[in-house]
DNA sequence: CTATCCACCTGGCGGC
DNA sequence: TGCCGCCAGGTGGATA
């Protein structure tokens, strides 16, 4: 499910929501997701008061005090809701269930469990071993053209999986990779160290928009993902390539084509995209 | 370093 | 209606 876009929609939901609230209870209702989950070590968040939330790639990292961190990714098909307790009714895959003052809650559903809720406690949650190995922001000034081309030299791999690594830069999965680069006219397919400059820098230029206006439509719902109030995104709408195989580009009329790259299926318009 | 395959897990969909 | 194979917003590990 869930790229950058559809992250920083649970973030700001949780922002909007959950600050300054007290974790009172805490329930665990499954023994493993991607990580086990220690019952134990969550019993002692109980009674925390929630400070902040930030957003590393694909992680949230909500901030407790007392330096506590709960670093959380949705791996395919977590959701975050957020429910007045007094109305919640469990539902399958509801394998968290953090109860607040105020009579909230926070629910974490997620049927594939490949996501996973880290604690940590030494107050740099950077450099966590899940985060400690990620590249640049991709809607900072780190990601830019001169980074990414030298990034891209080294390597002879195909760009789309160059772009989705997330030692490089995070945030772009599946579905951004194959829109950002249709977007810069790009062909999926190409060897990285054979990217101009001219096609760096617009690369980059595409990422960031097609991430900014993915996060301005609330992410993108393909399936499952709803944001914390359990409406989907709207970015579904906005897509040019990704899921169309044998529908007519909004663009040329070419057919769009599909490929596996890295097990992951790529989507590319051929006349569009050199 | 690269490509490739597999694993983790569940559910939805199309085909028969 | 039912079964079966295939596919899915992610990631990491094994192998050649």
């Known amino acids: ?25 805490i329930e665990i209702n499954t023994e493993k997701l991607r990580y086990p989950l220690d019952k134990a070590s969550f019993e002692s968040l109980k009674n925390k008061t929630i400070r902040d939330i930030h957003r590393r790639g694909k992680h ?27 109305s919640y009714q469990k539902i399958k895959h509801d394998h968290i269930v953090i109860t607040l003052n105020d009579n909230l809650s926070i629910i974490y559903n997620d049927p594939r469990k490949f996501g996973y809720w880290l604690i940590n406690t030494n107050s740099k949650p950077l450099e966590h071993k899940v985060l400690i190995t ?19 030299s080294k390597t002879t791999r195909k760009i789309k999986q160059t772009i989705m690594d997330n030692s490089i830069v995070v945030g772009a999965g599946n579905i951004y990779a194959s829109e950002a680069l249709f977007d810069s006219k790009i062909l999926p397919t190409r060897p990285s160290n054979t990217i101009t400059k001219k096609e760096a820098s617009k ?17 993108t719902t393909l ?25 007519n580009c909004y663009t040329c009329n070419t057919e769009i084509e599909s490929l596996v790259i890295a097990q992951r299926n790529t989507f590319f318009c051929r006349k569009c995209q050199k």
Do not use: C, W
């Open 60 to 86: 949230l990292i909500i901030f407790l005090e007392d330096n506590l961190q709960l670093i959380v990714h949705l791996g395919m098909s977590g959701v975050v809701k957020i429910n007045p307790t007094d």
């Open 223 to 247: 399936k499952d993902y709803k944001n914390t109030e359990g409406k989907p995104g709207y970015f579904t709408q906005q897509l040019n390539v990704y899921g169309r195989a044998k529908q």
């Open 134 to 152: 990620h590249g640049v922001e991709p809607l900072t000034d780190d990601f830019n053209a001169e980074y990414l081309l030298i990034k891209l």
């Open 203 to 219: 690369l980059v230029v595409s990422i960031k928009e097609i991430l900014i206006k993915a996060i301005a439509e609330g992410g």
């Open 1 to 25: 499910m869930p790229e950058l876009p559809e992250v920083e929609t649970v973030k700001k939901g949780l922002i909007k929501n959950v600050i300054g609230k007290t974790l009172q209870d």
